[in-house]
């Protein structure tokens, strides 16, 4: 995994390499059932509440701990060329919807292309300011991220 951080443009970019077709992989990303999976680092759970993967849809879900504590964001779906891209806003808010105010939003930009056997999945996340993306830095997104997306190679190992 390549992991940078764009200070002056207030973003991250994560690039993956998947062994899976461009198909289980945007699926992965896609569908609720699937995501749930993975999405949330290890020892944490996905638990989506409600998901509309349409331009103008949302997910609402939460990230479940070992000891039952909910950490609830949502997806804003703003843009979806199946098999190709897709663009959602992500917020931190309870488990109705309601935005977090301590900490924005971040903004991401997924593409989705295939390389040698492989899909390659190319992620931009950009914040508001640096200060709000060091903070999400300093709360060990790369760890977390890190260890979800090793979550989902072991779905594809297994086959589902």
Not at 33 to 49: G, R, V, Y
Not at 144 to 160: N, V, Y
Request: proline share 4%; net charge negative.
């Amino acid at each position: 995994m390549n992991f940078s951080v764009d200070k002056e443009n207030k973003a991250v970019h994560v690039r993956r390499e998947f062994d899976a077709t461009l198909s289980n992989v945007w699926s992965a990303w896609t569908e609720p059932e699937i995501l749930d999976l993975w999405w949330a680092p290890a020892p944490f759970q996905s638990k989506t509440k409600s998901m509309e993967f349409k331009e103008g849809g949302k997910r609402l879900y939460a990230m479940v701990g070992p000891d039952g504590t909910e950490r609830w964001s949502y997806f804003d779906y703003t843009s979806i060329s199946p098999k190709t891209n897709f663009k959602h806003s992500a917020t931190f808010c309870d488990a109705d919807g309601n935005p977090n105010s301590e900490f924005g939003s971040s903004y991401w930009d997924i593409t989705f292309s295939e390389q040698d056997n492989l899909t390659v999945v190319d992620i931009h996340i950009r914040r508001d300011s640096f200060e709000e993306l060091q903070k999400i830095i300093e709360m060990g997104f790369k760890e977390g991220f890190t260890s979800a997306l090793k979550g989902l190679d072991k779905i594809f190992e297994s086959g589902k």
